[in-house]
């Protein structure tokens, strides 16, 4: 289907009018029996993932406080919050299980588009199955790939979003989730787009969060799927949003992109060729443009390197990575965000332990001395030599107190397509989330991984979610 014909209009390009709809008009006709087996099985894999990490981070700092403000607002709903199983709106219920799924940094990425998908898609389709009652296996994982597969599009055609300082997760998170809610609730093209458009009218997200280390951040993806559920539903009941969402001249292109966009990537192949197999499973609970160097940190102390025989650390990161967790590590903030943002602390935690773990990154080991000393002689460095906007490169040089110096450098990153995590490896890191969270047992989590690996054949995928998720 030829869904863009981009025009001139005021000097800039634009995509035709309808697009949005189009779009709508798209997506309304996918079927369950269209999903390639790929795409079934990385969606079983990223709603794995999800469970996992939101029920690592039912210490996480901010998590609590969330759920413990929402409870005393809300004591009953048609929706579930995870963590502590409390009955909630089902806006209220996709913030807090938002918040708990990004609150570790330890989600899925897909790392072309910067974009986090389960910790808006998840919490979204959730609330909204729960709300709709008795959804099947199999129309909850299509409308998981409608927001999976919108979602990353979204963020590789609006390719230097997080450049111009915004959350991509959160901006793009939003509109796709939408359309995800929509299908779940059976609309037709029409009500999608005033879905798509009442979600726009929400849309927001500044990276600031992010680089000012506070806990706001891990807020924003539950802000996202909230915005969703709400949009949806209000469409359901006849209220009206932006048509011109994708194409208006105040709409998503033109204003949050400034028509620095690349529309083909959002619309070439759609339905036929799928974005839902290059997402990325996270080996370390913090921010992705660390992962690299973590993995040359690791790397290194297995031939032997230790922190007291290096003098002086150099990284070179792109751009768009180096303005996100460049900057000095301030020890004296004593903050887990700022840690998981900070790639001086993490390649100085890997090379300390020969391993970065849910305990990288928690107090008091983000101000060990020696660990603090180490990333104090870091310096981290944008390189123009590498793509402004890649997200994997790395490099690493070490200066030695004996004279040496050592170089270390990747193009690729754990996780990734190009560098998988194994099926033994995903289920031991949903397993320990769990064990972390909430002390879950073995048979608890093998419960849930049953739930999920038989998706396709449940009557109500929600409610056999939420029944199997281990009580804190």
Known sequence: MELVSPVKQGGSELLAEGTSLKLCEAVSGWRYEDLPQEVIATLKLLILDALGVIGGAAQAAGIGELNGRLARWEKAGSATGLIGKHRYSPPTAALANGAACHALDFDDQHDPARVHTNCVTLPALLATAEDAGAVSGRDFLLAYAVSAELHARLGL????????????????????ASLGAGRLLRFDPDQLNHALGLTFHQASGSAQSMRDGVLSKRLGAGF????????AFLAADGLTGTRRTLEGNAGLFALYERNEVK???????????WRIPEYSFKPYPCCRCNHTAIGLGIKL?????????????EIRLGDTNWLTVGEPYDVKRDSVVHAQFNI????????????????????PHITEPAVAALAARTTVVSDPAIDATAIEPARVRLKLKDGRTIEA???????????????GELMAKFRSCLEFGLGASRAQTDRLAEVVSNLENCTDAA??????FPAS
Not at 263 to 269: A, I, K, R, S, V
Not at 463 to 468: R, S, Y
């Open 157 to 176: 055609a609006c390719y230097n979003s997080l450049g111009k300082g915004w959350h991509p997760t959160m901006i793009f998170g939003t509109l796709s």
């Open 263 to 273: 529309p083909e990537l959002l619309f070439d192949g759609l339905g036929r060729t």
């Open 409 to 423: 450098a990747a193009d690729t990153i754990k996780g990734s397509p190009q560098e998988p995590m194994s099926e």
């Open 463 to 468: 409610g056999e979610i939420v029944a199997a």
């Open 224 to 231: 996202a799927a909230r915005a969703a559920v709400l949009g």
């Open 301 to 313: 102390y297995e031939d032997g390197i230790r922190p007291e025989a290096v003098d002086a650390i």
């Open 344 to 363: 001086s602390y993490s390649f100085a935690r890997a090379l300390a332990d020969g391993r970065v773990d849910l305990r990288s990154y928690q107090q």
